[in-house]
């Protein structure tokens, strides 16, 4: 069993940066790990995905350039620097884990965290 605790949400600035983290109670150095998203009334969306190496990553293309997604399974940690952040970047944001990529892109994966908030303001 996985537990994923997300933390680092808040209020920012239009062009601000936020560091989001993803807490793993379990190990999940095998697992892949993603980032997800959901702001009011519009679908939960993926945001990047890494494999469990952490040598690869998928960005969706609203993101690409502005965020990154990083690794440390060392810590059992899961990272996502956002920069240049703007108004629609404001959401829930979820941390995932799947013992496949594909469940990741999928939207299925095995374990959810419980979100953390991220607004930004105009």
């Known amino acids: 069993q996985v537990q994923l605790v997300e933390s680092g949400g808040g209020l920012v600035q239009t062009g601000g940066s936020l560091r989001l983290s993803c807490a793993a109670s379990?190990?999940?150095?095998?697992?892949?790990m993603g980032w997800f998203r959901q702001a009011p009334g519009k679908e939960r969306e993926l945001v990047g995905a890494?494999?469990?190496?952490?040598?690869?990553?998928y960005y969706a293309d609203s993101v690409k350039g502005r965020f990154t997604i990083s690794r440390s399974n060392d810590k059992n940690t899961l990272y996502i620097q956002m920069n240049s952040l703007i108004p629609e970047d404001t959401a829930v944001y979820y941390c995932?884990?799947?013992?496949?990529?594909?469940?990741?892109?999928?939207?299925?994966?095995?374990?959810w965290g419980q979100g953390t908030q991220v607004t930004v303001s105009s």
């Open positions: 379990g190990r999940t150095f095998n697992y892949a």
């Open positions: 995932a884990a799947a013992r496949k990529l594909h469940s990741i892109v999928a939207l299925t994966p095995d374990y």
């Open positions: 890494t494999i469990s190496s952490g040598s690869s990553t």
